[in-house]
């Protein structure tokens, strides 16, 4: 079955350094998106991502972040310069179609910033 | 304004019984979208249902069941004979259609424990 695969699963940083969250979608889904949820909340959406453009982004998505479909395959979230706040699980998501579609969700980054 | 309630925090239950997981939301769109993701101890989410507003036929799948109901806006989830594997945080979600960026409005999730 296809899946949404995302690297590394676990990446600790420290406060101030750039990080990448890199993401695979299943190959035939056309939009991309970015959630984040810290530790023991909800899930809060970052970003989403279609025709190689970011389509709708959420506050918390500030100039520190950033999205990229570099090669058609992958799809990144970086962070240029993180801070202890940032400290979460990342997820990705794909799906085919905009709507009436449940998106797939990778298994999550927990990104640790110390 | 929370766009998805889940009032239940944490729900613990005796393996066998039923539970039922509670789901209100609010959206002034008449086209959305409802799910339920499970988010087991390993915590990676995993699709369980997606209702849209045109269908509310209630929905079995095994041991799980979903009660649409659009009168009082709830999307309620309720498993019957619980297992100890059942034990995970549920999540409810809406999508909206006019939401250009099909982005999921998740609840803040219910903590369900099975217990032996």
């Known amino acids: 079955e296809p899946e949404v695969t995302q690297t590394p699963s676990h990446q600790v940083t420290q406060m101030g350094q750039e990080v990448i969250l890199r993401c695979v979608p299943i190959s035939n889904h056309l939009y991309f998106y970015w959630y984040r949820q810290i530790l023991g909340q909800k899930v809060e959406f970052l970003v989403s991502?279609?025709?190689?453009?970011?389509?709708?982004k959420s506050e918390i998505f500030d100039d520190q972040f950033s999205v990229e479909r570099p090669d058609g395959s992958n799809f990144t979230l970086k962070i240029r310069s993180t801070k202890l706040e940032d400290s979460a699980m990342y997820f990705c998501?794909?799906?085919?179609?905009?709507?009436?579609?449940?998106?797939?969700f990778g298994q999550g980054t927990r990104l640790t910033v110390v | 304004a929370q766009k998805v309630t889940q009032a239940q925090t944490e729900i613990s239950v005796v393996e066998k019984e039923d539970v039922t997981l509670d789901c209100v939301y609010e959206?002034?769109?008449?086209?959305?979208?409802l799910f339920w993701y499970k988010q087991p101890p390993s915590g990676e989410l995993v699709f369980l249902i997606r209702r849209n507003s045109f269908d509310e036929q209630n929905e079995i799948s095994g041991r799980y069941s979903w009660n649409f109901q659009k009168s009082t806006s709830s999307f309620n989830f309720t498993i019957t004979a619980s297992q100890v594997v059942d034990s995970a945080v549920y999540f409810c979600a809406l999508s909206e259609a006019l939401d250009t960026g099909n982005q999921f409005y998740f609840g803040t999730g219910t903590s369900l424990t099975v217990i032996p």
């Open positions: 998501a794909s799906s085919y179609a905009k709507m009436n579609i449940e998106a797939f």
């Open positions: 959206t002034r769109d008449t086209t959305y979208y």
């Open positions: 991502f279609y025709n190689n453009e970011i389509s709708e």
